[in-house]
């Protein structure tokens, strides 16, 4: 009988001094083959075979629930299970339930107007991060600006940032109305001057950005007009 084997896939084949048994020599190596060619192989896992046969894989079948679908590889060293996490059992224990998605959801009511309110847009609160950079929304102030009032905002940031100043004015006509014009300084330089005129029949939002350097102030300042009004002013960042 051949006592050699096969490094790979442990085929039988006779070594110097093995009897001269050729019949059962061609046996043992076809019934080796045959089991080798059945590369894929069901049963229960209790009779998975022992390893010794790489590249064979074995699938449990008519066994238990938690079983059942277990696929393992022959390294010819061991059986290696590749799905022991990711059958259907597993996902089912791991899946979000829809009411902790919908908790999350952004809903028409969480976006309805008026429902968004200063309190919960807080200086310097991040709405955006990606990376290194953010959006960062303030509203420095919701008291009106009479003539020659100012209001401040300073970059607390340790870097640059692109910063848009957001001025609501208003001409109230219903005082007389006037002209407003608005100073806008950063680091204690103009940097722009917004303004409307009288003949305006609505408060209007005007937009100025600016360059920003870390621990710059930008300065709004009502510059004259009356009885005009520069109602609130919002800032919004950018980090460079």
Known sequence: MATG???????????????DTIAPDIKALAEALDLD???????TLAKRPSFGIKSRVFIVSGDTAANNGLIFIDTGGAWIAVNGNIRE?????????????????VTTAKLAEGAVTDPKIASGKALVATGNTYMALSKITSVSLKNGETVTWTNAEARPVFATVEIQMSPKKEAGGSSVFAEVHVGGKLAANPYINEEVA?????PVTVLVNAGESVTVTNAGGGNGLIENVWVSSRVI
């Open 202 to 206: 609505h408060p209007v939002r005007i």
């Open 5 to 19: 084997k096969t490094s790979g896939r442990n085929l039988p084949y006779p070594l110097k001094g093995d009897p």
């Open 89 to 105: 059992g597993q996902i089912a224990a791991l899946a979000i339930a829809t009411a902790a998605l919908q908790a999350l959801c």
């Open 37 to 43: 060619l059945s590369l894929i192989t069901t049963d």
